[in-house]
């Protein structure tokens, strides 16, 4: 099944009929924190403890350490094995509202704590971006419908927790294929990050050209708010 709204993107695959032996359990983990284009993308699966095995087996581990072909193999693998799968998504725009608030972490705790709510886990394990990991678990608890027995808010999870690494595979697949849906556009955007020349390049063209920031870029970045700031001042 899956749901589009302009801000929010849930896949899910439901298998949590199938009463295999052990308890679900669960791991998510984000993609596109950093980026200055694209969304903030955060993905959840839940897995029967007994199948735990086979994601190392298939040799899941952190997005960040594998390559895209190996990331897209796996994809495919773990979507078979898992139980439950659920990938939403946050705007540009709702991120910016959310760091001009100050609240970027709160945003991310919301949005996992609806993966969560969906995945079904009896215990969940979550990369945490804030450097308090309990104040972050307090957060997401905020939001949770139906808590799980055990929520573990961990630094690093995706490279100690192999079923949050595979929650990190989906994330990064997905919000790959989000940048390739504006590059198949807008061509030379590069990666998204403001660490990359080809997309700090491609955004002030844009702004020198249109007055105005790509709808899919984020505003509340510096370099952006920065190049806003000066064609503003170019223009008076």
């Known amino acids: 099944m899956i749901i589009n709204t302009p801000q929010i993107s849930i896949t899910v695959i439901n298998n949590l ?26 993905a959840g699966i839940s897995i029967r403890e007994s199948k735990i095995a086979q994601l190392r087996k298939m040799g899941v581990r952190d997005s960040k350490t594998l390559t895209p072909r190996a990331r897209a193999r796996l994809f495919g693998q773990i979507l078979k094995v898992a139980d439950s799968v659920c990938i939403r998504k946050a705007g540009a725009a709702e991120v910016d509202g959310s760091v001009l608030l100050r609240g970027l972490n709160k945003l991310e705790a919301k949005v996992m704590a609806g993966v969560i709510n969906t995945i079904g886990a009896d215990e969940v394990y979550v990369d945490c971006c804030d450097i308090n990991p309990e104040r972050y678990k307090e957060y997401m608890v905020q939001h949770l419908m139906c ?71 984020r505003k509340s970045w510096k370099p952006l708010r920065i190049m806003l700031e000066q064609v503003a001042q170019w223009r008076l």
């Open 17 to 42: 009929w199938l009463r295999n032996d052990g308890i679900l359990v669960g791991g998510v983990d984000e993609a596109g924190r950093g980026s200055i284009i694209g969304p903030l993308v955060i």
């Open 147 to 217: 808590r799980p027995k055990r929520l573990h808010s961990m630094h690093h999870a995706d490279s100690i927790n192999v079923v949050v690494s595979a929650a990190s595979i989906i994330a990064k697949i997905t919000r790959d294929l989000e940048i390739q849906e504006i590059r198949n556009t807008y061509s030379n955007i590069g990666s998204g990050y403001p660490s990359d020349e080809k997309t700090i390049r491609f955004i002030k063209q844009w702004v020198i050209r249109n007055g105005q920031a790509p709808e899919f870029a």
